[in-house]
């Protein structure tokens, strides 16, 4: 790694610091310790932390670490008055202060690294999203909320370990690089990222402000940018919820963005993980036509590399949605594919929250919620801020009748991804919710609000047809059946109740005679 700094280079591989004019010669001592400065700029270092990673903790005097200070002040030129490099922080340590950027190594690999590189390229596995979340840059805080620069990213980077099918760089690595101009190709060579999360975290009077971007560091395109704004006494609310919100936008972002690099490529030219981000933007168009495109992207996928947990997961889906919404004349056979690719996927990886939610979604099918239930919570616990898994557990609670729990689960979902391609699924298990419990004027509104959200989705459609009726808007009614026609002309009751076999007999039959009352058949 080489981190630059006007008119210095230290490549840190080669142990070397350099200048137009050439090597600048260090003793190793006094190298680790300008190292040490270099890679934590901006954060003051104290002496113990100096002795510890310098001298391995052994004891020495206050006067040998002043020596080597000396020594790194002089071989860059810098001194104790002018302080251009290297700050004196009284009572408390020293800090580097000049802008440091991050430059690529370049490595010639040959023999068996070689090797490796072109087996990884033959195979056609490819490889997984890389990002870097560095370490938010502070202003105006508090001695009492200082830390937050480093605790948000933190939290950030240990929720998204979870997310099995994205690479999240170590904080030991991506926390050293303090400089908030980062060279983003420097970045993406140095440490491998894809994508780099930055933030910054500021103090306006009485209120924290928390913002964020994601940055593509191939092309340098922003991809996502929030803030969050609340009084300094939320805190903690606010460090949650800034997590929240970064683990749901890049569990959306990234996928998208994926998947339009991969979009001019042939099938058969795809890698597993271009297939599996293509895949994903044709199964949420709730359609049978794409729902097979991306089933077969999937199965592309899990074909070249059968180690990809996350892919079968969502081959899982895919099956499911063919089974669920009648895309397939067989269902007994799409059964049998969401069993395998479910299964499987647990096999490859049990602690992907995507592949435990692939073995709850399987028991709604096969008529035992209650067996889904343990797998829906287990995703959730496995990763807290994913979103899906609260929506599928949710789907599973409104099966049984659970209106509560379901309310709480899809609100929880929707929070943590307001823009997500499942939101009209989500918004039309609230309307049932309402449905289950009598209230059919709110469960129509919401059942509305689903259908505008996807009008292609004819089980959401049919939720809003059902509780218009039972609210008595005839009106609306005859509008969203007539959608519903024009998407699937062969819908009918049966097929419907097949995909929402409700836990209440009362609730069911209210349901089909709004729908017979609407003009659909048994």
Not at 287 to 294: G, L, V
Request: aromatic share 8%; hydrophobic share 45%.
């Amino acid at each position: 790694m080489k981190l630059q700094f006007d008119p210095f280079e230290l490549d840190t591989d080669r142990a070397e610091l350099r200048t137009v004019s050439g090597l600048v010669k260090l003793e190793p001592k006094v190298f680790r310790l300008l190292r040490l400065l270099v890679e934590n700029n901006e954060r003051v270092i104290s002496k113990d932390e100096m002795i510890a990673v310098v001298w391995a903790g052994r004891f020495i005097s206050d006067a040998a670490v002043s020596t080597a200070l000396k020594a790194v002040r002089k071989a860059l030129g810098d001194d104790g008055d002018r302080q251009g490099f290297i700050r004196t922080v009284r009572c408390v340590g020293h800090r580097f202060v000049a802008p440091v950027r991050i430059r690529p190594t370049e490595i010639a690999l040959s023999g068996p690294a070689a090797q490796a590189e072109t087996v990884i390229a033959a195979d056609g596995r490819g490889d997984r999203p890389t990002v870097a979340v560095l370490p938010f840059s502070r202003s105006g805080l508090p001695d009492s909320f200082a830390s937050l620069g480093d605790a948000i990213p933190a939290d950030i980077i240990s929720s998204l370990a979870r997310l099995r099918w994205l690479r999240v760089i170590a904080r030991e690595s991506t926390f050293r690089f303090r400089n908030p101009d980062v060279d983003l190709a420097g970045l993406h060579s140095v440490l491998g990222a894809s994508y780099c999360l930055s933030g910054r975290v500021e103090l306006f009077g009485k209120h924290l402000e928390v913002s964020v971007d994601l940055v593509d560091t191939r092309s340098g395109g922003l991809i996502w940018s929030d803030r969050i704004e609340r009084p300094v006494a939320d805190v903690h609310a606010v460090r949650h919820e800034i997590v929240g919100a970064v683990i749901a936008a890049l569990d959306l972002r990234i996928p998208q963005t994926e998947a339009a690099l991969a979009r001019g490529k042939a099938v058969e030219h795809l890698d597993a993980w271009e297939a599996y981000h293509l895949g994903l933007s044709h199964v949420y168009r709730f359609n049978a036509r794409d729902n097979a495109i991306a089933g077969t992207l999937f199965r592309r996928a899990t074909d070249l590399d059968p180690g990809f947990s996350t892919a079968f997961a969502a081959r899982a889906f895919a099956s499911f949605q063919d089974a669920m919404m009648g895309y397939v004349p067989d269902r007994h056979a799409a059964l049998a594919a969401v069993r395998f690719a479910a299964e499987r996927s647990i096999e490859v990886d049990p602690l992907d929250p995507y592949a435990n939610a692939a073995m709850g979604r399987l028991h709604i099918l096969t008529g035992s919620p209650d067996d889904g239930l343990v797998w829906l919570d287990r995703s959730v616990e496995l990763s807290p801020n994913y979103d899906k898994g609260h929506y599928s557990r949710a789907f599973l609670q409104v099966i049984r009748c659970q209106t509560v729990e379901t309310r709480g689960g899809i609100d929880m979902a929707i929070g943590l991804s307001p823009l997500d391609p499942l939101l009209a699924p989500m918004r039309a298990m609230k309307a049932l919710s309402f449905g289950i419990d009598g209230d059919y004027a709110t469960a129509a509104d919401w059942a509305v609000l689903a259908a505008r959200t996807a009008t292609s989705h004819s089980t959401v459609v049919m939720a809003a047809v059902a509780f218009c009726q039972l609210d008595g808007r005839t009106e609306a009614t005859a509008h969203w059946a007539r959608i519903v026609r024009e998407v699937r002309p062969d819908m009918s009751i049966t097929l419907y109740q097949k995909s929402l076999p409700f836990a209440k007999a009362d609730f069911r039959d209210n349901i089909r005679s709004a729908l017979l009352t609407a003009g659909f058949p048994d």
